[in-house]
């Protein structure tokens, strides 16, 4: 019998893909390849242009003396008091307070008081602005592989020195910093940098993480999801460095070295903390503290009355949830090309941040929701992702204008959002400037013949200048 007629290109339907199978290359996605190309030198050169320019805007938002004449919180508190003590260096670095040690700024604190007493104060903002600057980087550079757009890209990274939260309690100092860490770590573990320098800063996140809280706990699921799908060594160095860092906090809290007991008033009521993110952290995250009525609390925690009536808040909060429902929406619809991975993943990290947080303290501190605004920002920029005009998988086709216009309203509202709580007063702007501090303590030396300390203090906290470090 003859065969030259029969067909041979006859398509068999594919087996239907098990549900295992399906959810790990569904998870899979959280962790995609490294780019095929590294950046270009305009790239670079760009890249630059824009980390100083964050710089230059988290240095802005300082009011009254500004950043780099003043020192506030914790820095002035705890670091600087240490760095300027007679203890030595290794003692202060693990002198824990709050319930954990703070490794990392304890030693930015020890670096910044080799430059003397007049420069310690800027030095230390500095390496805080420096810190931020680099969270944006590293957000920008590793979400890439997600958003081929780059201003898109810069929708997650943006934020960091704009974040609209928070601004009575984290503005450009060391002790904060800790919370931008966690964000950065977040992007560190779902990036995977093509070159070896790409891969080094990868990790310094998650070191830094580590050495200033016990926070980063809550990324270990999703560090553990990329040691089970990326087994490199940059993995693998993560998951040390993760766990290390659990280990020396650990090792306070078990030995009795430390604790929180004292601080706060813990509640993990599950409708509590569901009331406190539906109505407090989200809305603050779409619409900013200024247009919610403040932050809720003053620069040392305690409950402050809101500037809008109770309607009011709940109009807005009602609305900023509108806005999340229609994204969500328009993303099912695929009206969008939404990233659900990614999406999943920075609300699941956010939420479970902020219930172990705010629980932790028995209500929401504003500087608890820098992290899940972050990440909350992350989870819609995945679901706006604009959809190719043409009918495929590549993403790098040009989108469709009408699937831009919804992510383009979103980073319009954004802005406006950034920029009307880019400034504001707090603690900070209100103390008097360092030189100011310094010029006092020199009189008080000269008075007391150079013996004796010389104390600033201005709200909860101070400074203590020994005459003897003066020089």
Known sequence: MSTGNVRTDVRVPDAPVPAGPRLAGWLRELFPEPAANGPSGRAIALGVLGFLAAMGISISRTGGPGALNSIWIEDAKRFFNGAFSNSPATHVILDPFNGYVHVGPRIAAEFSSLFGVRWSAPVLTLIAVFLIASTAAIAFTASGRFFT?????????????????????????IATV???????????????????????????????????????????????????FVRDWVTRLMALGALAGLALQGFFTVTGRTSRDGIGDPDYNPIFLLKEYAGTAIPRALFGEKWLGGPGTTVTGAVAPLSIGTAAHIVLALVAWAIVAAIVLLALRRMTRPHWPLAIAAVGVGGLFFAISVGSFGWTQPRYVIPVALLFYVAL???????????????????RLASRVPVLAFVVLLAVVCAVNLRGPNGRSASQPWTETVRQAHAYCDVHEGRGT????????????????LG
Not at 150 to 170: E, K, S
Not at 214 to 221: A, F, G, Q
Not at 381 to 399: G, H, Q, T, Y
Not at 455 to 463: E, I, K, N, S, T
């Open 178 to 228: 800790q919370f931008f860490a966690f964000y950065a770590m977040f992007w560190a573990v779902l990036w995977r940098p093509r070159t070896i320098g790409g891969k080094v800063v990868a990790i310094l996140p998650v070191l830094y993480a580590g050495s200033c809280s016990i926070l980063p706990v809550m990324l270990l699921p999703l560090l553990a999801l990329r040691l089970w």
């Open 149 to 173: 757009q780059w201003w898109l890209r810069l929708l997650v990274a943006v934020p960091v020195v704009m974040v609209p939260v928070a601004h009575t309690q984290a503005d450009n100092d």
């Open 381 to 399: 920029a995945a679901l706006l992702r604009p959809a190719p005009r043409a009918e495929s998988d590549n993403a790098v086709a040009r989108p």
């Open 454 to 469: 010389f104390q600033y203090r201005h709200d909860w906290w101070y400074v203590r200048i020994p005459c003897n470090r």
